[in-house]
Nanobody, 123 residues
Framework: QVQLVESGGGLVQAGGSLRLSCVAS????????RAWFRQAPGKEREFVAA???????NYADFVKGRFTISSDNGKNTLFLQMNSLKPEDTAVYYC?????????????????WGQGTQVTVSS
């Protein structure tokens, strides 16, 4: 089993920045890749960014150029650097891990989920 714990959310003004962290513990070697998803009130959970163990990254179009996904050298911590935040980025952000991935944007591909961290962007 793998446990994922997110942190770093909060309240920020539009144009500001936040850095989310996701610490993995347990059988972390079983994970092929990890990703960030988000879910706003009344909306479905949506893909934000992903990174596999080889370092390959994928981004949703609406965050390209603003968000960066990365990991520490030990690969137990996944980060999401969020710059130029907009009110529409307000959501609960979830870290997810997958043992194997054929479609990084599909939440059904992921085996492990964190509890989420709230990000609120004020206008």
């Amino acid at each position: 089993q793998v446990q994922l714990v997110e942190s770093g959310g909060g309240l920020v003004q539009a144009g500001g920045s936040l850095r989310l962290s996701c610490v993995a513990s347990g059988r972390t070697s079983s994970m092929y890749g990890r990703a960030w998803f988000r879910q706003a009130p009344g909306k479905e959970r949506e893909f934000v960014a992903a990174r596999n163990w080889l370092g390959r990254t994928n981004y949703a179009d609406f965050v390209k150029g603003r968000f960066t996904i990365s990991s520490d050298n030990g690969k137990n911590t996944l980060f999401l650097q969020m710059n130029s935040l907009k009110p529409e980025d307000t959501a609960v952000y979830y870290c997810a891990g997958a043992r194997q991935l054929t479609d990084v944007v599909s939440s059904g591909q992921y085996d492990y989920w964190g509890q989420g961290t709230q990000v609120t962007v004020s206008s």
